[in-house]
């Protein structure tokens, strides 16, 4: 590895200017061959970079931290998701973690976030790992340099080896991850998990965004059609996402991270990261496709005696996950960038088999199920889960939220008053019963259903009302089953559809009991109605 030492940046603002070596914006062939001289990971036989992330195969939420200062104080929302950290004590851990690095070699990137140039941030990120700078360079994006650029407005450290103290350091184990506004640093250790670095600055994001530019910060996927039509994916893990985007019909703006500004939705990413657990060239050939050299797979397994991927051994991790430039997409916007949304779906794999497989909203219902953020996880995703249990995540995303997430959800509303929106709740989990009696929906069908919203189709149908949750469902869609449309139909037990459906109609009440005041009194009663004693 070579020194470029003609175009180093400075580094002195960080105290990082002793470091052993300094490696700055090597291309992506440069890191996977710096990579493996260091034994960090091994070439798949499809030419991808594979890796172990160490004693983290995923983000830890309970050591992700704000730096409590004035720019945070009276705007942060503090609580479990955001926990509150010492200022003084950020700033010693900083120059632990810094004089930790100069004694090592370094990996430096210079990047940026926002494909809207309006928004745009410039980033640096400084790596101990060659595979973690690899990451960065796919997963933000790109600008075309020569020289380093100036001091960018964040930086960004990702220390894996170092670990605190807890005792000393304020953390709560050797692992952090630490976001001080006033400094605009993100601070990074004792985690190898790539993740850390991508939902730091979507954090980030989601504090400056909404609270001083007016724009909706969204965990949302988003394509857009021959006509210029933008249509966005909200959606937790394993409720089709990243598959419903990836249509051949439409081009791809995105896979995770957006705003909304007043006329556009942006990108706020370069590249993918894609869960890879069971994947087949069958069921996202567009993931599958992307799956070459330069690309970074994390805690995969390989098929015994070989370098062949197996993609449906989760031994070290359920989170399996591969990273790519957008580039890699081949039907991807660039820039990407599309217009204001003519259809957004929220995505649900309800696993109780209560909700429609798809429903209209109205942008009080929208407001509420944004809110709410509801899916359901199934047995075996977890230990200690033996049925269909709920989960509620805010805005879809409440984990990187530093704001009330009713704030999020009024800016939502106030989006939705300025278009003419198509606002759609879809079920892509269980029909016939709950999970274990039931069956999941196909995902031809659900892919039909979300075709037939895009193009129009369901504009002019019928609908009927669900009793409980309130929800237009339409009474036919192309290419699919009439019956399928309403939950309550498929089940062989029709009193015991009612009983669940007002069981997860509570559930909702229950978790929104939380964001209940006189600024959410509209929202309200946009809630579904639990018609039985349970």
Same mark, same amino acid.
């Given at each position: 590895?070579?020194?470029?030492?003609?175009?180093?940046?400075?580094?002195?603002?960080?105290?990082?200017?002793? /470091?052993?070596?300094?490696?700055?914006?090597?291309?992506?062939?440069?890191?996977? &061959?710096?990579?493996?001289?260091?034994?960090?990971?091994?070439?798949?036989?499809?030419?991808?970079?594979?890796?172990?992330?160490?004693?983290?195969?995923?983000?830890?939420?309970?050591?992700?931290?704000?730096?409590?200062?004035?720019?945070? *104080?009276?705007?942060?929302?503090?609580?479990?998701?955001?926990?509150?950290?010492?200022?003084?004590?950020?700033?010693?851990?900083?120059?632990?973690?810094?004089?930790?690095?100069?004694?090592?070699?370094?990996?430096?990137?210079?990047?940026?976030?926002?494909?809207?140039?309006?928004?745009?941030?410039?980033?640096?990120?400084?790596?101990?790992?060659?595979?973690?700078?690899?990451?960065?360079?796919?997963?933000?994006?790109?600008?075309?340099?020569?020289?380093?650029?100036?001091?960018? &407005?964040?930086?960004?450290?990702?220390?894996?080896?170092?670990?605190?103290?807890?005792?000393?350091?304020?953390?709560?184990?050797?692992?952090?991850?630490?976001?001080?506004?006033?400094?605009?640093?993100?601070?990074?250790?004792?985690?190898?998990?790539?993740?850390?670095?991508?939902?730091?600055?979507?954090?980030?994001?989601?504090?400056?965004?909404?609270?001083?530019?007016?724009?909706?910060?969204?965990?949302?996927? /988003?394509?857009?059609?021959?006509?210029?039509?933008?249509?966005?994916?909200?959606?937790?893990?394993?409720?089709?996402?990243?598959?419903?985007?990836?249509?051949?019909?439409?081009?791809?703006?995105?896979?995770?991270?957006?705003?909304?500004?007043?006329?556009?939705?942006?990108?706020?990413?370069?590249?993918?990261?894609?869960?890879?657990?069971?994947?087949?060239?069958?069921?996202?050939?567009?993931?599958?496709?992307?799956?070459?050299?330069? /690309?970074?797979?994390?805690?995969?397994?390989?098929?015994?005696?070989?370098?062949?991927?197996?993609?449906?051994?989760?031994?070290?991790?359920?989170?399996?996950?591969?990273?790519?430039?957008?580039?890699?997409?081949?039907?991807?916007?660039?820039?990407?960038?599309?217009?204001?949304?003519?259809?957004?779906?929220?995505?649900?794999?309800?696993?109780?088999?209560?909700?429609?497989?798809?429903?209209?909203?109205?942008?009080?219902?929208?407001?509420?199920?944004?809110?709410?953020?509801?899916?359901?996880?199934?047995?075996?995703?977890?230990?200690?889960?033996?049925?269909?249990?709920?989960?509620?995540?805010?805005?879809?995303?409440?984990?990187?939220?530093?704001?009330?997430?009713?704030?999020?959800?009024?800016?939502?509303?106030?989006?939705?008053?300025?278009?003419?929106?198509?606002?759609?709740?879809?079920?892509?989990?269980?029909?016939?019963?709950?999970?274990?009696?039931?069956?999941?929906?196909?995902?031809?069908?659900?892919?039909?259903?979300?075709?037939?919203?895009?193009?129009?189709?369901?504009?002019?149908?019928?609908?009927?009302? *669900?009793?409980?949750?309130?929800?237009?469902?339409?009474?036919?869609?192309?290419?699919?089953?009439?019956?399928?449309?309403?939950?309550?139909?498929?089940?062989?037990?029709?009193?015991?559809?009612?009983?669940? /459906?007002?069981?997860?109609?509570?559930?909702?009440?229950?978790?929104?009991?939380?964001?209940?005041?006189?600024?959410?009194?509209?929202?309200?009663?946009?809630?579904?109605?639990?018609?039985?004693?349970?």
């Amino acid at each position: 590895m070579k020194n470029l030492a003609n175009r180093l940046p400075d580094l002195a603002y960080l105290n990082l200017d002793r /470091a052993k070596d300094v490696f700055f914006q090597h291309s992506p062939s440069q890191l996977v &061959e710096a990579a493996l001289k260091r034994g960090e990971g091994v070439l798949a036989d499809n030419g991808a970079l594979a890796v172990d992330t160490g004693e983290f195969t995923g983000r830890s939420p309970r050591d992700r931290f704000i730096v409590d200062d004035e720019l945070t *104080h009276d705007n942060v929302w503090w609580g479990d998701v955001n926990i509150k950290f010492c200022g003084e004590r950020f700033d010693m851990l900083l120059k632990k973690v810094t004089d930790y690095l100069n004694d090592h070699e370094i990996f430096v990137r210079d990047a940026s976030v926002c494909a809207n140039e309006k928004y745009h941030i410039n980033l640096r990120v400084v790596t101990e790992t060659a595979y973690q700078n690899l990451f960065v360079h796919h997963l933000f994006r790109r600008p075309d340099m020569v020289t380093p650029a100036s001091r960018p &407005e964040w930086t960004i450290i990702a220390a894996p080896r170092f670990k605190a103290d807890p005792e000393l350091d304020g953390t709560r184990q050797h692992n952090f991850s630490i976001i001080s506004f006033t400094r605009k640093i993100i601070l990074i250790g004792g985690t190898g998990y790539t993740g850390e670095i991508k939902k730091g600055i979507f954090s980030v994001l989601n504090f400056i965004l909404p609270l001083q530019k007016n724009v909706l910060s969204m965990h949302c996927s /988003a394509n857009i059609g021959a006509k210029g039509d933008t249509a966005i994916f909200f959606g937790l893990s394993g409720t089709g996402k990243t598959t419903l985007s990836a249509d051949p019909d439409r081009s791809l703006i995105g896979d995770d991270e957006h705003g909304w500004s007043d006329y556009t939705v942006f990108n706020f990413e370069g590249g993918c990261y894609a869960k890879c657990a069971d994947l087949t060239p069958e069921k996202e050939p567009q993931i599958f496709s992307a799956i070459r050299f330069g /690309a970074l797979l994390e805690n995969i397994n390989f098929i015994k005696d070989s370098r062949t991927v197996n993609f449906s051994n989760i031994d070290k991790t359920e989170n399996t996950r591969v990273a790519y430039p957008i580039y890699y997409v081949n039907n991807a916007v660039m820039p990407s960038i599309g217009s204001s949304p003519k259809n957004i779906f929220f995505l649900t794999a309800d696993a109780f088999g209560v909700l429609p497989p798809i429903s209209k909203l109205t942008d009080e219902q929208a407001m509420f199920y944004f809110i709410s953020g509801y899916t359901a996880k199934v047995a075996g995703t977890e230990a200690g889960i033996s049925e269909p249990k709920t989960t509620f995540s805010a805005c879809f995303g409440e984990a990187f939220l530093p704001l009330n997430p009713v704030f999020y959800a009024k800016l939502l509303g106030n989006k939705l008053k300025d278009h003419h929106i198509n606002i759609w709740l879809v079920n892509t989990g269980w029909t016939g019963g709950p999970y274990g009696v039931g069956r999941r929906m196909k995902l031809k069908y659900t892919r039909a259903m979300v075709s037939a919203a895009i193009n129009g189709e369901l504009d002019n149908v019928k609908y009927d009302v *669900h009793p409980v949750f309130n929800l237009q469902m339409p009474l036919n869609c192309p290419n699919v089953p009439d019956h399928v449309l309403n939950p309550r139909n498929t089940w062989a037990d029709k009193d015991s559809y009612d009983e669940t /459906a007002n069981r997860l109609a509570a559930a909702f009440t229950r978790n929104f009991e939380k964001y209940a005041s006189d600024d959410t009194a509209d929202i309200i009663n946009a809630a579904p109605n639990v018609t039985i004693s349970v």
